[in-house]
């Protein structure tokens, strides 16, 4: 009987050993061999679950027509910008805006990162209005290959007036057409809470 026994169990284990070794080996032939030249141009995917790593930025919550983008802190307590992108009345993408508050004691309450095309006008500068509000006008600070760059600097009553408001234009002026306009339209909805929970830059 023990000996009948022991032949069964052998014979049931044999099959998962061969097929177990079966397996890794074709593992291993999938691991050294070389991609054909098909294979090469495709992308493999990756695990879209994984969490950002330290440094790393990403997309955080979105409030309102606003979208959170934070960076991964190793504390945990990852500091975020409010960002929007905003397109032209054909709803083609032309700028984005990302705002950030400022530490307390100076005039400027937050600070804003505006980016344009290359093709605008730089003389003409950029000029901001909420709602009926009298508009204001800003210098651009330099430019580079992604576009041409305002850095901005909003004082509390212009923070308010975003707060309570409901759309703000942005005007710039293309360069190979200086009679013209382009107006783009902020939604400022969601503002406040976006506001409240954007993080305060270092010094």
Known sequence: MRTTLLALSLSLLLPTTLLAQTATETADTETTAEPSAIESQLALGEDASTEPKVGE????????????RCIKAE?????CQ??????????TPVSEISIFRLPAGGQAQAGATIIVP????LPQQLTIQVDDNTPRRYPFAFCNPIG??????????????????????????PALAPDQTVDLVM?????????????VAEN
Do not use: H
């Not at 409010?82 to 709803?91: I, K, P, V």
């Not at 305002?150 to 009553?157: E, M, P, T, Y």
């Open 57 to 68: 930025q990403y997309n955080g919550e979105i409030i309102g027509d606003w979208q959170m």
């Open 75 to 79: 504390s945990g307590d990852d500091p």
């Open 82 to 91: 409010m960002y929007q992108l905003m397109s032209d009345s054909e709803g």
């Open 118 to 121: 290359l093709e605008t006008s």
């Open 148 to 173: 041409c760059f305002s850095r901005v600097g909003l004082v509390s009553a212009e923070i308010e007036s975003f707060k309570k408001g409901g759309a703000a234009k942005l005007s710039i002026v």
């Open 187 to 199: 939604s400022l909805k969601g503002f406040t809470a976006a506001y409240e929970k954007t993080s």
